[in-house]
Structures are given as C-alpha cells and as structure tokens.
C-alpha cells in the first residue's frame, strides 16, 4: 500500500502525487524506502535528502523556500522525518503528532491589491458576511478578486475603505484574506 500527497500541477489539469511511504515492507529508513518507490515508478519529491544536523535541515528549509514560486507544484512546506525507522517506536507520538516527524510550514504568500467594493452577502447558513471586491491579483497559482471581511467588527477595527491599498495571503494557502492596509483613500481615517 502506497500512501502520498496529491498536488495539482500549476500549469496543467493533470492530478499528480509524491509517494512517501511504503507499508508492510521490511526496510529500514526514509531514505531506502523512497528509492524503492521510484524503483517501482512512483514520483517521490525531487529534492529528498539525508541531513546529519540541525543546522544542515534550517538551511535546506531556507533553500526551499526560495524555491517554492519556481516549482511546478503547489507547496506549502516540508516535512522532517527522522530517517531510521527503528527510532519511531521508541520516539512515540502525541495524540495528534508522530514524533519522529515534523512539518515546517513556509511564510505565506501575499500579493498587493486594491478594494473596489466592499458588500454583504448572506451564507448558506443565513449568516450575514461581508465581502471585499477587490482589483484582481493572481496569488500562488489563482487569481483573486474577492476578500472575506469576517463581520463589521473586521471592516472597522482595520478602517477600511473602498479604494485602500492592502496586502492579502491565503489562510492555510487556501482562504484569503487581508493582512495589511498600505495606504488609506483620500476619505479615509
């Protein structure tokens, strides 16, 4: 059984995944096991690698992370394993987390853009949410054109106004939403 990530590719409609691990094997780390994948023709990620210390995994994570824009998949970060398997039981787990594994998510992007319009809508649910249009910006792969503004309390405690400058990134690399007002409209506060 192959278990992997799924990762759309940017330019492409194509579904395409890193294999990462292989069950009811009897290897012995990461590192064998990810070559046994691509024996058997499974992509696995292009730049896995074996660190000796701590130093040497902060400046691999700092060289990925320039990276990231010039790949042809989204990614959101890397995951640190340690690569003998034989240390996993005696490392354990939380109740949520392996401890023999850590992901290192990267800084969001962001991207600048301008409110055009700022609207309420009512969900799905009858709630009332309050949207902003905003000039549209591409940001890691789609594009945007409308931020959620939360509730009024949002819109308020930010002074926003139609035609400010602001700075949005996706929440979890999925969700935007405003960071940051650059600079305020003439009308604004």
């Excluded at 990614?75 to 949520?96: C, M, W």
């Excluded at 009024?152 to 960071?179: C, H, M, R, S």
Aim: proline content about 3%.
């Amino acid at each position: 059984m192959v278990r992997g990530q799924c990762r759309e590719r940017r330019r492409s409609l194509a579904v395409h995944f890193f294999a990462y691990q292989l069950f009811n094997s009897d290897l012995s780390n990461q590192l064998t096991c990810l070559q046994e994948l691509e024996k058997l023709g499974f992509a696995v990620s292009p730049d896995y690698q074996v660190l000796k210390n701590i130093e040497k995994v902060g400046n691999f994570i700092k060289k990925q992370a320039k990276k990231r824009e010039k790949l042809d998949f989204e990614s959101d970060g890397i995951v640190v394993k340690v690569n003998d398997y034989n240390a996993y039981e005696k490392l354990g787990q939380t109740s949520r987390f392996p401890r023999w594994a850590i992901a290192y998510k990267f800084p969001a992007l962001v991207a600048v853009s301008q409110v055009k319009n700022i609207y309420v809508e009512v969900s799905r649910n009858g709630r009332i949410t309050y949207v902003a249009e905003i000039e549209p910006t591409i940001l890691q792969g789609s594009k945007i054109s409308k931020v959620t503004l939360h509730n009024y309390a949002f819109i308020a405690n930010l002074k926003l106004n139609v035609a400010d400058e602001i700075v949005i990134k996706k929440a979890g690399d999925v969700i935007p939403q405003i960071t940051q007002i650059i600079k305020l409209n003439k009308n604004g506060v």
